[in-house]
């Protein structure tokens, strides 16, 4: 029984790119949740997504930043422009049921942009 | 300051000692949660305490929880040098979805 899978695992783009985020949430599971780690720093919540549909993105940057989660294939993360501070660690969980319990942790995509 | 902060940020001991984390937070909350994470690596869940619990106990870890002065204790007992790691509280705050909000982390070192 697989556990979250994200990919790739490590990014780099140079300013001014697109980077694609993808994770792949543990079988069955329908809820995803989006967090970032800053260097040095704790995870941020940015968006939390259920099979085609946007619950809660108060956490994510209004500007270049955009999730989707459809019904066929893997949760996407995408930041347009990138710009240095977007380097980070970017981590998505998934759950069976919408929870703050037992959210399932991936090992997470290291972006780093030139 | 943040939600679910850690204290010490940075804490060094000798193999066999225990480490003691702690944890504050700001709002009420549903629960309590304290993960691992090794050096570049993922989010490895520990334990998570409800807001109706005080005392937890899993294996070397004992978390406490007091909802009064919202603030949490993670314990390592016996500690390995394989427990180096950065832990992290983090805070389900009740009204908040289904978000999680974590602190900053305690570096944890241990010497073998």
């Known amino acids: 029984n697989a556990g979250v899978m994200q990919n790739p695992r490590h990014l780099v783009r140079r300013r001014g790119q697109e980077a694609r985020l993808r994770c792949s949430p543990m079988?069955?599971?329908?809820?995803v949740y989006w967090y970032r780690q800053l260097p040095e720093e704790g995870l941020k919540f940015m968006v939390y997504?259920?099979?085609?549909?946007?619950?809660?993105e108060s956490g994510m940057p209004k500007e270049r930043f955009s999730a989707e989660f459809p019904k066929e294939g893997p949760s996407i993360l995408r930041i347009q422009q990138v710009v240095r501070g977007d380097s980070a660690a970017y981590f998505c969980?998934?759950?069976?049921?919408?929870?703050?319990?037992?959210?399932?942790f991936g090992p997470g995509t290291r972006l780093l942009v030139l | 300051s943040q939600q679910g902060e850690e204290d010490p940020q940075a804490l060094s001991i000798q193999e066999g000692e225990n480490a003691t984390m702690n944890c504050s937070y700001k709002?009420?909350?549903?629960?309590l949660q304290w993960y691992r994470q090794n050096s570049g690596r993922g989010l490895v869940h520990l334990i998570l305490?409800?807001?109706?619990?005080r005392e937890k106990h899993s294996g070397r870890l004992r978390v406490t929880l007091d909802t009064s002065k919202k603030s949490s204790s993670l314990l390592i007992t016996a500690s390995r040098a394989a427990d180096t790691a950065s832990y992290f509280c983090?805070?389900?705050?009740?009204?908040?979805?289904?978000?999680?909000?974590f602190g900053g982390g305690t570096r944890l070192m241990v010497k073998p």
């Open positions: 997504l259920q099979k085609e549909n946007i619950i809660d």
């Open positions: 305490i409800r807001s109706n619990e």
């Open positions: 969980a998934s759950s069976l049921l919408p929870t703050q319990e037992t959210q399932y």
């Open positions: 983090a805070t389900a705050p009740t009204n908040a979805g289904n978000m999680l909000t």
């Open positions: 709002t009420s909350i549903n629960n």
């Open positions: 079988k069955g599971h329908s809820h």
